[in-house]
C-alpha cells in the first residue's frame, strides 16, 4: 500500500531533515554567544582578582616581624610629659602592632580624649610612631577617697576638675598645688570642696566663705604644707596664705636663705597659725 499523504508532502518539497537543522542552528548560535563576556564582566572579574590580590598582600605583610611597631617618640620635653603619656606607656599600645594595620586616628582621638591633652598628632614613621603634644598643665589638684573607699584623683584642667590617674597625679604634686582630703566624700561633694579651695589659692577675690576641715594642702611653689583639722573658714586659709607669702618673700630677699632650702608644715585653725615642722635639704 503506498502512503499518499507522505509522498505528497515529500513532493511538494517539505523536507523534515533540512527543516530540523534549519531551526536548531540560529538557537545553537544564541547558546554560544551567551557564554561571551561583555567589557564591564571583564572589568568586575579583574578588579575582583585585583582586590584579592592586594587583601593577600596587606595581609602577609601585617604578619611580617620585620615591619611590627618597635618604637614610639614623643616630641617636646620629656620631664614635662605626665607618665599615661609617655613613650614608654604608648609603645606598650602599639608595640608588635604592624605599621601596615595601625590607624594614626585611632590613637590620635585616645590622645585628645585625655583632659591633659591640649592636641595631640601622630604620625607614622618609616619605623615606628612620632606623636606631637601639646600639653595642659593642672592649676589644683585633689586626693580623697569615696565612700566606698575607692580612691579620687582629680585636676582641675581649665577651670574644670577630672578625673586622672593616679600616677599623673603624683607627677604633677611636686609642681602644682595639690589638696589631700583624709574624710570620705562622693565625687560631687569632692569637686566643690576642691573648688572652693582653689578659688582661695588660685583667686582669692572670687572665692566665698565657707568651712573647711580634715584636709592637707600642698603648696610647692611656697614649699609649704597647710593642715586644716578643725572646722576653719576659707576667709581664714586666704589669710594664712597671705602670712606665709609674705614670709616667703622675705626669706628670699634674705642671701642666707639662698643657701637653704626649706618645707614647712603649718597647723591651722580658725584661731591661729602654727608652724609644726620644718625640713631642711643642704
Known sequence: ???YTYTSTYTAGCDYDALRVFRERPVD?????????STLQKGILSLAVFLA????????????????????EVLGDSSSVPPTL?????????????????TPERLEKELNGNPLVQFAQVDRTSSGVKVHLSLYTPTLLFEGVSPEGRPLYLARIGGVFHPVDQRDHHFYSSKV????????????EAVELAEQ????????????????????????????????????STDRLHTALQLIRLGSERAQ???????????????LSQ???????RTVWR
Open 29 to 37: 548560535m544564541q547558546v554560544a554567544r551567551g557564554f561571551e563576556m
Open 271 to 277: 584661731q591661729s597659725l602654727v608652724q609644726k615642722q
Open 197 to 232: 579651695v582653689a578659688q582661695v589659692v588660685l583667686d582669692p577675690a572670687a572665692g566665698k566663705d565657707s568651712l573647711l576641715a580634715n584636709m592637707h594642702l600642698h603648696i610647692p611653689r611656697l614649699r609649704v604644707t597647710i593642715d586644716v583639722k578643725e572646722e576653719t
Open 177 to 188: 598645688p595639690s589638696l589631700t582630703l583624709t574624710g570620705a566624700l562622693s565625687m560631687q
Open 53 to 72: 590580590t592586594f587583601s593577600f598582600l596587606v595581609i602577609t605583610l601585617q604578619n611580617i616581624p620585620a615591619f611590627d611597631i618597635r618604637s614610639v
Open 86 to 102: 609617655s613613650a614608654e606607656t604608648l609603645v606598650g599600645d602599639v608595640f608588635h602592632s604592624s605599621l601596615f594595620s595601625f
Open 253 to 267: 630677699a634674705d642671701e642666707s636663705a639662698w643657701m637653704i632650702t626649706s618645707h614647712q608644715r603649718y597647723e
Open 1 to 3: 500500500m503506498i502512503d
